[in-house]
């Protein structure tokens, strides 16, 4: 018996439960993956008992000897994984999440109720781009600063960048941020450097769902155009749970050390906005940076887009509308509405057959509430060494979800999800697609 399940059976048995669940489906939440066990015994180690408030040399607590050689290692990995010099960038890594370090480098750049111009969340930007609703201003970084979100094309599902550059006219934004949750393309972040030079406003890029695959250069790179680049670590990079925030170093003599953009983001993070650093996560983040700079992430970052062109490809056979059509990315939009379905029904057939994605609004959707579409991505099953035949197989299954859920729909009688919801009971079709799954 290990020491938890002594002690705590109950916590124990459903961590258990979960991690059978996460290993025995198909997991296609394109915000997930599975990180590696040396990732997990550092994120689970003793470190976790050891406060270290301040910045290694710098700290506010005594013992900290081997948790500044940790986070040292880490923010040299990271400038590393990412092919950075020095000289140019700096790196914070002490953010517990990717929203807390959105709200930092937010925080370290611009003044409350400046102006920020991010990817609206219905068109797959994150809530911590500025997100509000015309009713409700949603997000901190709506609450805090003013935001006049930016759009994808209703038909293309692309970026509209002569329409963000023309509000941008109008609106003079002090920040603009590319990046997003569900984009299935690449980033031009050399128009959008250009939009943000004729305003002087910064350009932040959160490269959250895609850094694994800047790290294993399947993805255009950030740096070379954004004043600050931040990511969560969790995603494609397949590290634990938490953010960085990478900040261009300073040029110019005449900026005090105080005020320049390093000293803002680590004031932003510490003290402004978080308390001690979780060194247990910063030590996981060093494992998974040191993974990302090898050979064998490089080949997964490539398989990983190769299976999402093949998934995309797959879906598309079957007729299916994938957003953009296709996708550069770890990631496929796939419109439903044209199959007369909601993305919640499908995520629900889905789950009760062990398929794990996510519904999603897809552009043009009328309300965020029913979802259009769903959201899937290739990362996690890369990491579990599936090939692109294997995503075909995937796309089958996929296709087959799609068939029970009109069937099952067409029986319901209605489009209500209480109606869908009892007339799935006890479908064979699903207990058959599971077994095979
Ligand atoms: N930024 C982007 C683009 C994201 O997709 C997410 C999470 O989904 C975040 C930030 C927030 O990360 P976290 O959930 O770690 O706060």
């Given at each position: 018996n290990t020491p938890l399940q002594q002690e705590d059976p109950e916590i124990y048995d459903l961590i258990q439960k979960e991690k059978y669940r996460q290993y025995s489906g198909l997991e296609l939440i394109a915000s997930e993956n599975f990180t590696s066990q040396a990732v997990m015994e550092a994120n689970g180690?003793?470190?976790?008992n050891k406060y270290s408030e301040g910045l290694p040399g710098a700290r506010y607590y005594g013992g900290n000897e081997y948790i500044d050689q940790i986070e040292n290692l880490c923010r040299d990995r990271a400038l590393a994984a990412f092919n950075l010099s020095p000289e140019e960038w700096g790196v914070n890594v002490?953010?517990?999440s990717g929203s807390t370090a959105n709200f930092a480098a937010l925080t370290a750049m611009i003044q409350p109720n400046d102006r920020l111009m991010g990817l609206d969340l219905p068109s797959?930007?994150?809530?911590?781009?500025?997100y509000q609703t015309a009713k409700k201003k949603i997000s901190a970084t709506s609450i805090f600063f003013q935001s006049m979100p930016y759009q994808v094309d209703?038909?293309?599902?692309?970026?509209d960048l002569d329409k963000l550059e023309e509000n941008a006219r109008l609106f003079r934004p002090n920040l603009i941020i590319s990046g997003a949750s569900a984009y299935p393309r690449e980033w031009d972040y050399a128009r959008f450097r250009k939009i943000a030079d004729e305003h002087g406003a910064y350009l932040m890029s959160?490269?959250?769902?895609?850094s694994g695959l800047v790290a294993g250069q399947e993805a255009e790179s950030p740096f070379k155009y954004c004043d600050i680049v931040t990511t969560t670590?969790?995603?494609?990079?397949?590290?634990?749970?938490a953010g960085l925030i990478f900040f261009r170093k300073n040029k110019d003599a005449n900026v005090p050390k105080s005020e320049t953009l390093e000293a803002r983001v680590n004031q932003a993070v510490f003290p402004s906005i978080q308390g001690g650093p979780h060194n247990n996560t910063i030590a996981g983040i060093a494992v998974a940076l040191k993974q990302a700079a090898s050979p064998e992430f490089k080949l997964y970052a490539k398989q990983v887009v190769a299976n999402s062109k093949t998934l995309a490809a797959t879906l598309i056979k079957h007729g299916y509308k994938i957003v953009t059509d296709g996708s550069d990315n770890h990631l496929i939009l796939w419109d439903l509405r044209p199959n007369k379905l909601t993305g919640s029904k499908v995520e629900r057939i889905c789950d009760m057959a062990s398929i794990t994605l996510n519904k999603n609004s897809v552009c043009g959707d009328v309300s965020a509430v029913t979802p259009g579409g769903v959201r899937v991505g290739t990362s996690a099953l890369t990491s579990r060494s599936f090939k692109e035949d294997d995503f075909v197989k995937v796309g089958e299954f996929l296709h087959r979800v799609v068939q029970i859920a009109l069937a099952v729909q067409a029986k319901a009688g209605s489009k209500m999800m209480k109606d869908f919801v009892a007339a799935l009971e006890g479908n064979e079709e699903i207990a058959q697609l599971k077994k095979e799954v």
């Open positions: 180690s003793a470190l976790t002490q953010p517990y797959g930007g994150h809530l911590t781009h500025g209703r038909t293309t599902g692309l970026i959160d490269m959250a769902h895609i670590t969790h995603k494609t990079l397949r590290g634990p749970r």
